[in-house]
């Protein structure tokens, strides 16, 4: 199994049905939830740049989002996504190291 078919099987078989306990719905590299106040938690998984067919580099991004003022300030916007958030930090800084981390497949 090469390293981009581990990555998708890690996202699809072992987190996605785990976060879908709590209700999140999957879009591509974003896991989303929405409560009844119109905001969202979006946990987003992202590629380095310096990834390749041989070795993934992924990072996961947490974020919490007012749908209403996306929306007012950017009425255009169709999808909240994790740059959208009004808070948003990486996985890493929340655990003890408090610190950027990133995860290697190959």
């Not at 800084?93 to 497949?105: A, G, P, V």
Request: net charge neutral; hydrophobic share 35%; with cysteine.
């Amino acid at each position: 199994m090469n390293p981009n078919e581990k990555y998708k099987e890690l996202i699809d078989y072992i987190i996605a049905p785990e976060l879908k306990l709590s209700d999140f719905k999957k879009d591509h590299s974003d896991f989303r939830i929405v409560n009844k106040e119109s905001n969202s938690g979006i946990i987003n998984f992202q590629k380095s740049r310096r990834s390749s067919s041989d070795h993934i580099i992924f990072t996961v991004n947490v974020g919490i989002c007012s749908n209403r003022l996306v929306k007012y300030f950017n009425p255009e916007t169709k999808k909240i996504i994790i740059w959208n958030c009004q808070y948003r930090v990486r996985l890493g800084e929340l655990m003890n190291e408090k610190d950027d981390l990133w995860w290697e497949i190959d």
